[in-house]
């Protein structure tokens, strides 16, 4: 599951001791023999040979160093992580993310690590997994958790107990120790296995071996895992339980360097809390990536920023960060200016006086000091960041609504309904945001939506002209890693017979061009691969976008653009996301799901919210408060203290803004009246010398377009005559010969149709023999002939295919009755 420690025999040969993995250090005291020093020695060099032949190529977690468990007063060691002079290229393709830049992690703080889709945040986290940076230290035990969460037939309990590999690795180590003891052949070792062993033990008691399973149990349980929830498999879990998973997997180590890759991706709000409470209190070095402000400003010591191939580092959370940066770039700005304007002072001060004999020593002086400049190193201008755009294609009109959802129940089984008489209805026009905590039925509403699964009870009428593109909260394993973009479009929509120029054309419209369309899928981040499941989903223009948490594996930018191009989508939309900003800004209808599976439909986010998460809290609460109100009164006080919130801000907001509309007015007449002033003065003399002249042209040109206006209408006139009576000759030239076809092709179809019902019998002909007897309608009849239906294969149809054909229910019962009379 996690790639910080493997095997023995993950590692290439040359990375492996003939006797033992790693040489320990002796006790203090203690000397090291001349064969450990060459041993070490060796070791070192065949571990350089490694390093240059892995190229760019090979991805950072398939050479991995093991960390050094066996030391003595590991605790006391300084855990701090700094590593000079670090490259860093894109796996597979060889581009240079990092140049000669310095990362640096003191212990026990809390980064969270920033910078654009594909900058090379998480392959920056992979290789500080790995162990291949030259100078990290050996002991640090170090814990990525991933954006995309593995899952295995493993229940919880199992799965987050074996997840430490240093239990295995101890085990192993334990049972070498003890053959190096039962051997009798003297072999000379620079360590002693009984010293050995001790060290071991002393290591299980440190991690507690023993109370492994104990210390699962007790961390999943807090995580709000059920005895049910324990008992399944971790691959049957949702996606948000999944990542308490893996967080549990985290606590369970306690790792030296603890790396989180998107850890709010399918968490729900509660458990985006209590993430935010538990790693306040770590206790450890932390390094986050995140594209949730507000939880980076929860969380966060320090923001790691990746930008123009370096790691810049900002004391205080993300908007700590915001703002110096913002002042960094203002400073940058001020000083290129001053800068320019300086040498353009100095260069015109030597152009004035470069031949003037009195100031040439001042001029001389100008020139070394630009010189100097320019050794230096002339400031650049701050580039300003271009801004992404999405855009969502746009889908045709529809007459009726997307979907209607009326009275509708649904369970996996019989006696346990996930959901409880929803009423639901979507249009174009809707923008609607789905809410509950994980597992209540979000992603199950959606299926029910598609069709992809059928209601218990009640019943769900979607519109079968409407396209839909759903976006899963799964959604990278539908991607082909070995495919580019542009062929995952083309293998995926064979039928359309797409080419490179369409395909990179769409792709574009989701801010991925150039070498990134060209570049192998598993090869790009998370957030690029989001865009290529956006391109590949929206291609047949769908009218409905159903989205299951888009915004995980996006960056801040990236989630920017995306609510930008739902906001000018002309489709309706339906999503489920447990991003409060992205749902604030484009959401105008909630949906909110409460744990036993009642729904109701909210215009505030904040009444949903309170709707579909007080209520998992409900027992907890009564158990420490016995005079709790109930939920809705609670949420009706709520609702009353924000609209007298609101109002008072309106009013504030409203009495602001005609100040500042005042003040503006005031402003712009000001001014008007000063320009008028000034405007009037020059136009006087003006308008008195131009007055005649005007007066004098004004006529001959009255004159001039009298004649010509005179001349163009009676030429068009002439033109407009000709045109019309063509027209009209060719227009009742093209009736005559349309009628006349018209009337042929009837007769043809006429003559057709009665030579063929003349030479075939009829295929109805036993069932319209007992229609009078049954009252079966001749239109029904009709509509079976339509189909192509006999008295052969009418009897293999049930009820529910003739309603589909059209008939009505009584028909089809008549139908099928007579059928059984000549069957």
């Known amino acids: 599951f996690f790639p910080f420690f493997p095997p023995l025999s993950a590692f290439p040969r040359c990375l492996r001791s003939q006797k033992s993995p790693r040489e320990m250090p002796k006790k203090k005291g203690g000397k090291k023999g001349k064969k450990g020093q060459r041993a070490n020695k060796n070791r070192d060099k065949k571990f350089d040979e490694v390093k240059k032949v892995f190229n760019a190529e090979d991805d950072y977690e398939k050479v991995e160093k093991k960390p050094l468990y066996l030391v003595e007063d590991l605790a006391s060691i300084k855990k701090d992580v700094v590593v000079e002079d670090l490259d860093m290229v894109e796996p597979g393709k060889g581009k240079l993310l990092l140049s000669k830049t310095r990362l640096k992690l003191a212990q026990k703080r809390r980064y969270g690590l920033c910078g654009k889709n594909g900058i090379g945040k998480t392959t920056l986290m992979r290789l500080v997994a790995s162990g291949q940076l030259k100078e990290f230290p050996e002991h640090l035990k170090v814990l990525h958790v991933r954006q995309e969460v593995p899952c295995d037939d493993r229940k919880v309990i199992q799965f987050v107990a074996e997840c430490d590999e240093e239990f295995k690795f101890l085990e192993k180590e334990e049972e070498r120790m003890y053959d190096l003891l039962e051997k009798e052949d003297g072999e000379e070792l620079d360590f002693d296995p009984q010293d050995r062993l001790e060290l071991i033990e002393q290591r299980r008691k440190d991690i507690g071996v023993d109370t492994s399973v104990a210390r699962a149990t007790n961390i999943v349980m807090g995580l709000g895992f059920t005895k049910q929830m324990r008992e399944k498999k971790t691959r049957?879990?949702?996606?948000?339980?999944?990542?308490?998973?893996?967080?549990?997997?985290?606590?369970?180590?306690?790792?030296?360097?603890?790396?989180?890759?998107?850890?709010?991706?399918?968490?729900?709000?509660?458990?985006?809390?209590?993430?935010?409470?538990?790693?306040?209190?770590?206790?450890?070095?932390?390094?986050?990536?995140?594209?949730?402000?507000?939880?980076?400003?929860?969380?966060?010591?320090?923001?790691?920023?990746?930008?123009?191939?370096?790691?810049?580092?900002y004391k205080g959370n993300y908007k700590a960060f915001e703002k110096a940066r913002a002042e960094n770039r203002r400073s940058a700005q001020k000083a290129f200016e001053a800068q320019q304007m300086k040498i353009g002072k100095m260069k015109e001060f030597i152009e004035r006086y470069r031949k003037d004999q009195n100031k040439a020593s001042l001029v001389q002086s100008r020139v070394k000091e630009m010189e100097k400049l320019e050794r230096e190193g002339l400031l650049e201008a701050p580039k300003e960041e271009k801004k992404l755009v999405f855009r969502f294609p746009e889908p045709t009109k529809l007459d009726h609504d997307i979907a209607r959802i009326i009275d509708m129940d649904f369970g996996y089984e019989e006696k346990k309904l996930v959901l409880k008489k929803a009423n639901f209805n979507v249009t174009m026009q809707d923008r609607v945001g789905v809410l509950g905590v994980n597992g209540c039925g979000k992603s199950t509403l959606l299926k029910l939506i598609l069709k992809k699964l059928e209601p218990t009870n009640g019943k769900i009428e979607f519109n079968r002209y409407a396209r839909v593109a759903y976006f899963t909260q799964h959604h990278m394993d539908l991607l082909d890693p070995k495919l580019t973009p542009v062929e995952f479009l083309q293998q995926t929509f064979k039928e359309d017979n797409i080419k490179t120029h369409e395909a990179r054309q769409h792709l574009g419209r989701f801010a991925l061009s150039g070498d990134l369309q060209l570049q192998q899928i598993g090869l790009l981040s998370g957030g690029q691969k989001s865009r290529v499941s956006f391109a590949a989903l929206t291609w047949k223009h769908p009218h409905v976008l159903v989205m299951d948490e888009p915004t995980n594996h996006?960056?801040?930018?990236?989630?920017?653009?995306?609510?930008?191009?739902?906001?000018?989508?002309?489709?309706?939309?339906?999503?489920?996301?447990?991003?409060?900003?992205?749902?604030?800004?484009?959401?105008?209808?909630?949906?909110?799901?409460?744990?036993?599976?009642?729904?109701?439909?909210?215009?505030?986010?904040?009444?949903?919210?309170?709707?579909?998460?007080?209520?998992?809290?409900?027992?907890?609460?009564?158990?420490?408060?016995?005079?709790?109100?109930?939920?809705?009164?609670?949420?009706?006080?709520?609702?009353?203290?924000?609209?007298?919130?609101?109002?008072?801000?309106?009013?504030?907001?409203?009495?602001?803004?005609?100040?500042?509309?005042?003040?503006?007015?005031?402003?712009?007449?000001?001014?008007?009246?000063?320009?008028?002033?000034?405007?009037?003065?020059?136009?006087?003399?003006?308008?008195?010398?131009?007055?005649?002249?005007?007066?004098?042209?004004?006529?001959?040109?009255?004159?001039?377009?009298?004649?010509?206006?005179?001349?163009?209408?009676?030429?068009?006139?002439?033109?407009?005559?000709?045109?019309?009576?063509?027209?009209?000759?060719?227009?009742?030239?093209?009736?005559?010969?349309?009628?006349?076809?018209?009337?042929?092709?009837?007769?043809?179809?006429?003559?057709?149709?009665?030579?063929?019902?003349?030479?075939?019998?009829?295929?109805?002909?036993?069932?319209?023999?007992?229609?009078?007897?049954?009252?079966?309608?001749?239109?029904?009849?009709?509509?079976?002939?339509?189909?192509e239906i006999d008295d052969e294969t009418i009897g293999e149809l049930s009820k529910q295919d003739l309603k589909e054909l059209g008939l009505k229910m009584a028909q089809a019962v008549r139908i099928l009755k007579a059928v059984k009379t000549f069957a």
């Open 554 to 787: 996006l960056d801040i930018e990236t989630i920017e653009a995306l609510v930008d191009a739902v906001k000018n989508f002309k489709g309706g939309v339906i999503m489920v996301s447990h991003d409060q900003y992205f749902l604030d800004k484009i959401a105008e209808e909630f949906w909110g799901i409460d744990d036993q599976g009642h729904s109701e439909k909210f215009e505030d986010l904040d009444e949903a919210k309170e709707f579909a998460y007080a209520q998992c809290y409900e027992e907890k609460v009564k158990k420490g408060k016995k005079n709790m109100d109930s939920k809705r009164a609670k949420i009706q006080q709520n609702k009353k203290e924000r609209e007298a919130a609101k109002k008072l801000e309106k009013k504030k907001y409203h009495e602001k803004k005609r100040a500042e509309e005042k003040k503006k007015q005031d402003e712009i007449k000001r001014q008007k009246e000063a320009k008028a002033a000034e405007q009037r003065k020059a136009f006087e003399e003006e308008m008195k010398r131009r007055e005649i002249e005007e007066e004098k042209e004004r006529k001959e040109k009255e004159a001039k377009e009298k004649k010509e206006r005179e001349e163009r209408e009676a030429r068009e006139a002439k033109e407009k005559a000709e045109r019309e009576a063509k027209e009209k000759a060719e227009r009742e030239r093209k009736e005559k010969e349309a009628a006349k076809a018209k009337a042929a092709l009837e007769a043809k179809k006429k003559a057709e149709e009665e030579a063929k019902k003349a030479a075939a019998p009829d295929p109805l002909a036993q069932l319209v023999a007992c229609a009078k007897d049954f009252k079966i309608d001749p239109k029904s009849i009709q509509v079976l002939r339509e189909n």
């Open 236 to 313: 049957d879990l949702s996606g948000g339980w999944r990542a308490r998973v893996a967080l549990a997997c985290a606590l369970f180590v306690e790792p030296d360097l603890l790396l989180l890759d998107e850890p709010t991706n399918h968490l729900d709000f509660p458990g985006v809390t209590w993430l935010q409470n538990f790693l306040r209190e770590y206790k450890k070095t932390c390094v986050v990536v995140s594209h949730d402000k507000t939880f980076l400003n929860e969380i966060s010591t320090d923001i790691i920023h990746i930008e123009l191939q370096k790691l810049n580092y």
